[in-house]
């Protein structure tokens, strides 16, 4: 039987890799399982389906304040808690639910359809708004503070570094030059014109100026990378024996810390030797999917 990736309550979130999620956590008849990165619930949503026990338990966990208000407004299943919070958090939320272990771990990484359709939030460059760029915009700083404070070696370096832009110094050059002039890039727009200045069109134009450059800053402000790096090196911890992790990542950046972690720890079991790809379908039915890569490893 095929699964839907039907959204949940009001999200728009489509889910991706939805049948390839529910095969690799299903598979070993988990009772425990942690949705690190819960968002529209449409991954939780398909795993409470396929494994109808009443003991099975979902801990869902974001970082995104908006996200558990929408759970605890609507009724839910009675098996899924959902908590604010990174995934790095995990062990509370174990505390929390009285559970000494779990059994298998789903990140899906990166941002929500609902957080990218939200102007207020600055994820999408196509929609005018402040600079904001955190999931949870109720902590930390926004994008328009780190670039109003930085060096500009360091506004440079971080664009290159996470965004991989090779026109990162241009960027940065231009940036500072606002700052000086009084007029500091504080919105959307403002730095969407500075990257169309700054990067020359690719030559079939199918990637927009300014997507390696949000895509950094989202990184720098979220502080991504360190806390994916963190997690995986603690999971093998919170997983019982034969436990499985199973992350869906978006660009190269994460997905080599994804592998690297999975083969240089011991204490992972590899389960996927390449990355799996979501179907041409199902890409064409959901663009968004048409980078995902699903790497699974198990405690050993
Ligand atoms: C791609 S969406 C997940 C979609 C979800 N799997 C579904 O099927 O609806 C990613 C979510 O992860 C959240 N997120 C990002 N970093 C996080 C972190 N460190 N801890 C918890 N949630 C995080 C974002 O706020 C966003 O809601």
Redesign the pocket.
Known sequence: MRLSPVP?SD?V?V??MPDEIVHWVSEIDPKTIV?????????SDLLLKKLPDDDVRIFG????PE?SERVDSQPHDKRLTVFL????ATPKAMAAMDADSIDAMVL?????SD?LADRSRGFSYTEDGPLDLR?DPENGHPAYDWLAWKKEEEIANAIYQFGEERYSRRIAREIIARRRKEDPVKTVDQLVDVCRRCVPRSKNHDIHPATRTFQALRIVV?D?LG?LTRTLAAAPDWLRPGGRMVVISFHSLEDRIVKNAFRDDERWNILTKKPLRPTDAEVAANPRARSAKLRVAERV
């Open positions: 949940v999200s979130h889910s991706v949705d690190g990165t819960y968002g529209g619930g449409g991954h966990l974001d970082r995104d996200v919070g990174s995934y790095e899906d990484l990166g941002l929500s957080q999931f979220n991504e806390i």
